[in-house]
């Protein structure tokens, strides 16, 4: 089946399919309005079908918890109109592959033993051999790499850059690759471009680096020069793209827009669309849902924040006719003209690839102060489209899993464990429309050091649409680290608030608009950074337990009204449907 039909025929059953939602589990007479108005926001030729799976489970939610279960006003809303809900932003497609419950199982091609790997000798360095495995499953064309069962010492970074490559265990619990370095020693010390003493490896960089080839030799060599680089899809100058075609307007919720030039486009084209900022910053503005509170907001010396624009939006082509192109997820923002917009091209990029089944465990050290961590850092993705990662866990680390201008991945049953972490969860660099599901962040095996800091599920930099499903955090916090994201969705979490915030005065607002935290349990009772009502623009915080305001408070960034909602506020687990991601998808 092709990417283009794939992409067309999930959507075209998507206008019924949230109308027997909003009757299954509301009632009443909110369906009729819901065929009109999602058929409305829906991309040209949406057909009605097949739809009595989407009923028969809407059902099932509903009997099944019965008169125990609430439904909110803001799901009966989002209903009559997904695409375009001022608080609730449409995730229904993040993840790989639009969010699918399977990963491809790529024929294995290569066992790292077969390259020299030895395990449970304690002596041998084999991350040479892992990495002429990869190296060769690359050349091969994609395949799995096996790591048996075993603990395997790797004294160098793991890189996996080339496409469809898998690095696959026999198990979390069964293979372990025992890291003894750190990337301060590996690659060197790594400043920050925004000038200080701070090192960048407390918040880049993976001891497991999943990117393309030549991105990670250009960070290397940057790094090694002291030229500190910008991180994403567009080169360490953010010069290494090209037009590809001018973007008509458009509104947020299109899955269809009208280009100047398609004939550079086809049906599974990964391209950007890149939104430039004007004088006025109205680009910021709208990201931060409009109205008189960010028109008075300075943004002028919010210089790193100024420094994210133009947004970066990753995203596949699922159709051409003409000059009407179809995406595989609908517009995340408005396309305006003032905003010079357009689809561009950027560095090769890694797809298809992932990581399954292991355990990275650093050799234990005390965590560094505070922005001075070393790089015994976890899982990281970088300039990666449509990549996995499975049944990983990581230990000791600095930090754990990472996503930097990282989209359309899935991080599935991941663990953050051992001594402590700074970012166990960081996601950054405008990274849009990842899914983080099933994780957790174990206690902290070691009280914290002083000067130290826990941060928790990272997200910042005008990241958007990402996802953090079914987690357990024994420690940390929603950590929205300024850099304005938006739009980004935490459902169905347990979490002991205990972390703190980060992100400097310059990087601007904590939150812009469509940040959406459904049905969390509040285990210590601290509304920081999770009851959000009252900091977030045009947000929703529904089915949060009670909880007060103590340690880190803060105050909202914007004036006045902030269009917020709150709803079944004093409850945990009533809320209907339960999982705000979930239910989005079998929409």
């Known amino acids: 089946m092709s990417e283009e039909h794939v992409g067309i025929s999930r959507r075209g059953l998507l206008g019924s399919a949230v109308a027997v939602a909003a009757t299954a589990v509301t009632g009443g007479p909110a369906a009729a309005a819901a065929r009109s108005d999602a058929a409305a926001a829906g991309p040209p030729g949406m057909q009605a079908g097949a739809i009595g799976a989407t009923a028969a489970s809407a059902g099932t939610e509903s009997a099944r918890h019965g008169a125990h279960g609430q439904v909110p006003g803001l799901w009966r809303e989002f209903t009559r109109s997904p695409f375009t809900h001022p608080q609730i932003p449409y995730v229904g497609r993040a993840g790989f592959r639009g969010g699918t419950a399977r990963f491809p199982r790529r024929p294995v091609v290569a066992d790292v033993r077969d390259f020299g790997a030895v395990a449970d000798d304690g002596v041998t360095d084999c991350a040479p051999a892992i990495n002429r495995a990869i190296a060769a499953a690359g050349r091969a064309g994609g395949g799995t790499v096996l790591i048996p069962s075993g603990t395997f010492r790797v004294d160098g970074l793991i890189r996996v850059g080339h496409s469809n490559v898998v690095l696959r265990g026999a198990g979390s619990d069964r ?116 109205g008189p509170g960010p028109e008075a907001y300075y943004w002028d010396d919010k210089t790193k924040l100024t420094s994210y624009v133009p947004y970066e939006w990753p995203v596949r082509v699922s159709r051409v006719r003409g000059t009407k192109v179809t995406l595989e997820r609908p517009l995340p923002l408005d396309i305006r003209p003032e905003w010079d917009p357009r689809l561009t091209t950027h560095v090769e990029p890694l797809t298809g690839s992932g990581v399954e089944g292991l355990t990275l465990e650093a050799v234990e050290t005390p965590q560094s102060p505070h922005l001075l961590d070393k790089g015994y850092n976890g899982v990281v993705f970088q300039c990666a489209y449509d990549c996995w990662a499975d049944d990983v866990v990581v230990r000791h680390v600095d930090n754990g899993f990472g ?97 703190r915030h980060g992100g400097d005065a310059s990087a601007g607002p904590l939150f812009g608009a469509r940040f959406t935290h459904w049905n969390i349990r509040d285990t210590n009772n601290r509304a920081g950074l999770v009851k959000i009502d009252g900091l977030a623009p045009y947000s929703a915080t529904v089915g949060v337990n009670t909880c007060t305001e103590f340690d880190q408070i803060d105050v909202p960034d914007f004036t006045g009204d902030l269009h917020s909602r709150l709803e079944l506020y004093g409850t945990t687990d009533v809320v209907r449907p339960r999982n705000l991601y979930e239910a989005q998808r079998d929409l």
Request: some cysteine.
């Open 175 to 290: 293979t372990k690759l025992y890291a003894t370095r750190n990337l301060t020693e590996l690659i060197g010390v790594y400043g920050s471009r925004y000038g200080g003493d701070k090192s960048s490896w407390s918040w880049a960089g993976g001891l497991i680096w999943l990117a393309p080839t030549a991105r990670l030799d250009s960070l290397v060599a940057a790094v090694r020069a002291k030229a500190w680089p910008f991180e994403g899809w567009t080169g360490n100058h953010r010069d290494e793209w090209e037009t590809l075609t001018t973007v008509a307007p458009a509104t947020r919720g299109s899955w269809t827009i009208t280009v100047t030039d398609p004939r550079r486009l086809k049906a599974g084209r990964l391209v950007l669309l890149r939104l430039a900022d004007d004088a006025g910053h109205t680009l910021l503005e709208h990201m931060a849902g409009g």
């Open 403 to 499: 996503l930097v201008a990282a989209s359309a991945c899935t991080l599935r049953r991941t663990r953050v464990a051992g001594r402590g972490s700074h970012h166990p969860y960081f996601c950054r660099e405008g990274s849009h429309d990842n899914l983080v599901e099933d994780f957790t962040i174990e206690q902290r095996t070691v009280p914290a050091p002083a000067d130290t800091q826990l941060h928790g599920i990272n997200v910042e930099g005008l990241s958007s649409h990402n996802v953090w499903s079914r987690g357990d955090m024994r420690m940390g916090t929603f950590d929205s680290h300024r850099g304005m994201p938006f739009a980004n969705v935490r459902t169905d979490i347990t979490v002991d608030n205990n972390g």
